[in-house]
């Protein structure tokens, strides 16, 4: 057991503990910050019951940009790429609404402060809950390392929904149209030469062919850029030497990081045998750029001109979307390239059962399948059911509300036979 002590010091008039370290066998001297002996006492307690369950801690004195450095290069890292962007983001947070220049700053008040500011600025309940949940994780880290005694208290999110809603909505085959049509006026080439006008053509032809393939596929962006003819290291490859065509699916290039050799739909495979024999090769897309570069383009660039895309065919699919740069009020969130990836998986949920939706859709749990996809389900079901009854979507008779009358009998005798 360690005990602590009480005494005085000549230089202080404050009470100082001392105690011997059980691990070094070094004799400690502390502070308690009073001169009254009652609040001495009381720290005495509290030091010598923390020692010895092993929850003491002094205060930290690491600098925030140390920590922040010890994370991103011990832990980061070792995660996948989307999960270091998103800490650094949570990092880039801290940084603008607390301004920490120790790890110690990063306390209960100051994130209740930019919880506070990032409402103001627009974010969502769930993406700061998100967020506060990646923030707390690397604070755990912190403590494992015996950086900081204690992981702050974290706001509760009574608003926030534990159900991820759908950010963008599945489009049609007709609004798919639009876009295709759109993409000579969002891409750019400069030149009216008649090698300029082929070289746009090109440009253009490339980016068809990659939303159709989106469309018939259901692949994620970075999969569908990762998708390969040939056999390649950490990629995406087509297999169709089997009874059925196949996604074989490794590891490192894939969300669920797992070898996986999953199906491929009908509909996708036809599409992908209009390719000439000579040019499956390489990357099954490659959708190009305005100007012309040795390395293809990056995936949030392929993102970007996508919703570009969207945005000029006015696809709109939510009402929350990027900030106008201009005015600052929120515009219209437009199609995206994972809006035809949901496109693709209402539509196959219609078709198929849903652990087959599941294998289709490449999710690691079929709830989020569910969540997803079948919950949608339950709204067209009930929609044809009711069409199918002559009733439309709702049944206008039920009670009236300017009559106060309640028709359900009168109603339900219409759709119900008669039991004679």
Request: hydrophobic residues 30%; proline residues 4%.
């Amino acid at each position: 057991m360690i005990n602590v002590y009480l005494c005085k010091r000549k230089d202080s008039n404050s009470w100082y503990m001392r105690w011997t370290d059980p691990d070094t066998n070094r004799e400690k001297w502390e502070s308690t910050k009073t001169k009254i002996r009652r609040d001495a006492e009381r720290v005495q307690r509290s030091t010598e019951k923390e020692l010895n369950e092993g929850t003491y801690f002094k205060r930290s004195t690491v600098s925030w940009d140390d920590f922040r450095d010890r994370y991103e290069t011990e832990v980061g890292v070792g995660l996948a790429g989307k999960t270091q962007q998103k800490i650094r983001t949570v990092f880039n947070y801290v940084e603008t609404h607390i301004a920490p220049k120790r790890l110690m700053n990063v306390n209960e008040t100051n994130i209740s402060k930019m919880v506070k500011a990032l409402r103001e600025a627009g974010l969502e309940e769930i993406t700061i809950k998100n967020s506060l949940g990646h923030l707390k994780a690397v604070l755990e880290w912190g403590k494992t390392q015996k950086l900081i005694g204690k992981v702050p208290d974290f706001p509760k999110f009574k608003r926030a929904r534990n159900k991820k809603a759908m950010r963008g909505r599945p489009i049609t085959k007709e609004e798919l149209e639009r876009m295709i049509a759109a993409i000579p006026t969002v891409i750019k080439y400069p030149g009216k030469s008649e090698a300029s006008q082929k070289r746009k053509a090109e440009i253009v032809a490339s980016w068809e062919f990659y939303l159709w393939g989106l469309w018939w596929s259901g692949l994620r962006l970075e999969e569908s850029l990762n998708l390969f003819w040939d056999k390649e290291d950490d990629c995406i490859c087509l297999n169709l030497d089997g009874e059925y065509p196949m996604f074989q699916i490794r590891a490192e290039a894939e969300k669920g990081n797992k070898d996986r050799l999953l199906p491929m739909t009908p509909e996708f495979y036809e599409f992908l045998d209009q390719v000439p024999e000579d040019e499956r090769t390489g990357p099954v897309f490659n959708p190009q750029a305005m100007r012309r570069h040795k390395d293809r383009m990056l995936s949030t660039s392929v993102s970007n001109v996508v919703a570009d895309i969207g945005e000029k065919a006015n696809v709109m699919v939510g009402d929350k979307g990027k900030k106008d740069k201009e005015t600052g009020e929120r515009k219209p969130r437009y199609a995206s390239a994972h809006d035809l990836r949901r496109a693709f998986g209402f539509r196959w949920s219609r078709r198929v059962k849903a652990f087959e939706l599941k294998e289709l859709m490449r999710h690691e749990n079929i709830a989020t399948t569910q969540e997803y996809y079948l919950e949608e389900n339950a709204q067209d079901t009930a929609r044809s059911i009711w069409d199918a009854c002559g009733a439309g979507l709702r049944n206008k008779t039920r009670n009236n509300p300017k009559t106060g009358d309640n028709q359900e009998d009168e109603a339900s005798h219409k759709v119900l036979p008669s039991k004679k």
